[in-house]
C-alpha cells in the first residue's frame, strides 16, 4: 500500500506541473472568457467557439452528389445574429473533452454541486449577472436548463439528428435528442429532447430510487424572407426538474453510527422531501432591414418559473429541520413551500453597419411578478432600460466593443473589450439589483422582508497569448472589486455586506505538445480576497486542472482513439452549504471541504462519426490518506465508478 500511495504521488505531483495537448500544433485555449472561469449559464456554451468554421465547405463530391455532413447541417446563436455577427457553427464530432458529458464536468469542474448528476450547484468564482434587474434568485439548477439564451438555430440542407445517451455509473444517466430540418431553403424548424434519471449515491432504498428525474424539451425555428429583409428567431423551452433531497450526511458527531464514507449505507437525513423547478419560456427575436445596413428589430420575452418544496414534517425528516432551521412559522406538520416568478420582457431597436463599425440602440421594458401561497400579496416590479453598442473591426484579429445598459433610476452596466492576437482585456463596472427572493421570502422554516442596496461591481479581466511551435501559453488575471454583496448567511438569511472585497485571481492556461500522439495541458487559479466583506465568498486558494492524453487515428484511419487521464484539485476550504428548503447555498464556519486530488481514467473513439467514452471516476480511491472526498458539506463526491457514452449524428 505504501508503495502504490508514494507511486501515485509521483504521478500526480508531475500531473500538476507538466503539460500536453491534442494535436500536433497545440490546441490553442479559447478566448470568449480570459480567464477561463464560465459564465453561469448553461455551461453547454462553452463548446461553441471551439466548433467554429469559416464557411460552409465542398458539398458536393466527385461523382456530383450531394454529400451530407456536419458541413451541411450548420447552427448559429441568436447573440450572433443581434451582433450582424452571424457565425454558421458546425456541430461537434471531435473527441475533445467528449467525455464529459454532464453540465458541471462540462464547465471545467467550475461549479460547486451536491456530488452527482442533476443536483444543486453554483459556481465556485463570483460571478456577474447577465441582468442588472430582478431576477428570481432561485439559480440552483441553472446548469440544467436549456433556454432561449443558449438556443441553437440550425441552417441544415438535409434532416439532421443527434442522439447523445450516457450512461454513468450508478444509474445515472442522460440522454439528449436534438433534430432539425429545413422547410425550404429559408425556413428551419426543430426540438430538442433531454431527460436526467440519476440514482443516489447516497443510500439508495431501490434501483429506481432517483436522486433526480428531469423531462426537458425545446421548439425552435428560424425564417429568412424571401428578399432577405426579414429574419425571425423563435423558441418555446420547457422543462421540470424534480429532486427527492437528502440534507447530506447525518455527521457522526450527532450519530455515532454514521460514517462519511459508506456511499449507499451512509445515514442522510431527508427520505420524503421533495424539490421542483419547472420552467417555461416563450422567446421571439425578429428584425427588419429598412436600407442597406441599416435594421430595425424587436424581442419579446415571456418567462415563468416555478419552484416547489415539499417535506412531511410528521416523519423522520423532521430530524434535519430541528437541527439546522427549527422554526416553523407556517404549518407544525408540513413544510410546503412555493414561488413563482413571471416576468415579460420587450426590447425594441436599431443596428447597423458603416464600414468596420457596427452600432446598436435599444429601449427595453420589463414587468413580473412573485408570488406564493404564503404571500399577502404578490410582489410586482417595472423596470424600464435603455441601452446600446459600438464595435470597431480594425483587421480581422484586432477589434473593440463597447456596450452598456441602464436602468431607470439607478442600476446600470457598461462593459469594454479589446482583442488582438497578443492580449485580449474586458473592463466591466455594474450597479444590478438583488434577487426578488433575497429581497422577500415568506417559507415555513424562513422569512424576510429586506430593502437592500444595489450591488456594486468593478472587473478587469485579461489574458495574455504566446504560441509557440509546440507550446501554447495563456497567462490571465481577473480583478474583482465588490460592494453591498448580498449573500445568505450563517443562520441561513439574506445578508447584505457592509464592506468591499477586492479579488485578485491570477490564473495560467497552457498546453505543450512533446510528439505527434502524446499531450499535457493544465490550467490553475490562485484566489486572493481581501477587504472587510472578504469572508462572505468561500472559494478555495488553489485550483487545478490537467490531463496527460495519447490521440491518434488507427486501423488506417477508420477510427480514432484518444485515452488518458486527468487530474482535479480544490484546496481547503469552508465550502457553502446546501439548503433545500430555501434552494439556496449558504456560509457555513465548521466544516472543511479539504483538499483532496480526484484522478480519472477516460478513453474516447470515433468511427466514422459515431463517439463513444469510457470514464473510470476517482480511480485514486483508497490510495490517499481520507477515503474519499467531499464537494460540499456531508456530500461525498463520486467513488469509482465506470461511465460509458455514445453520440450518433444523422445527416440525412
Partial sequence: MRFKLILFLFFFSSLWNLGLYAQVRPRVPQTGNPTGIPPQQNPERNQETENETQGRKKLIDDSTKMVFGPNTSLYFLEKDVKKNRIRKIEGDTSLYNFHYFEPVAKSGWMYQDLGNVGSAAKPIFYQLPTMIGTTSGFEAYDPYYYGPDSMRYYDTKSPYTQMNAFFGGGNRNMLDLVFARNVNPRWNIGFNFKTIRAKKTLNPNARDDNLTEQNAYALHTNYRSENGKYFLLGSFSRMRHEVNEQGGIISPDIDSTSLLFAYEDAKVWLRESQAIDLRQDYHLYHEYELVKGWQVYHIFDRRKQDVSFFSPLTTSDSAFFKVFSPARFLDQDTTYNRNQFTDWRNELGFKGDIGPLYYNAFVKFRSGRLISPNFDEPGSFSEFFIGGALRGEISEKWRFEAEGEYSLPDAFRIKGTFVSPYLEATYTKALYKPTAMQQFYVGNHHKWENNFDNIGVDQIQAVLKADFKSLSLRPNVTLNRVNNYVFFDNDQQAAQASGDAFMVIPGLKFSVNLNKKLYWEADAYYTLITGDGKDNFRIPDVLVNSRVFYESPMFDENIFVQI????????????????????????????????????????????????????????????????????????????????IGISWPLFD
Avoid at 446546501?578 to 483532496?596: D, G, L, R
Wanted: hydrophobic fraction near 40%; proline fraction near 5%.
Fill in 564 to 643: 488518458g487521464l486527468e487530474g482535479r484539485y480544490r484546496s481547503d476550504n469552508l465550502a457553502d452549504f446546501y439548503n433545500p428548503a430555501i434552494q439556496q447555498f449558504h456560509i457555513q464556519n465548521t466544516f472543511n471541504v479539504y483538499a483532496y486530488p480526484v484522478v480519472d481514467f477516460f478513453f474516447n473513439a470515433r468511427i466514422n462519426r459515431t463517439r463513444i467514452l469510457l470514464r473510470m471516476n476517482h480511480i485514486n480511491i483508497n490510495m490517499m490518506e481520507q477515503p474519499g472526498y467531499f464537494v460540499t458539506p456531508y456530500f461525498t463526491g463520486l467513488r469509482r465508478t465506470l461511465d
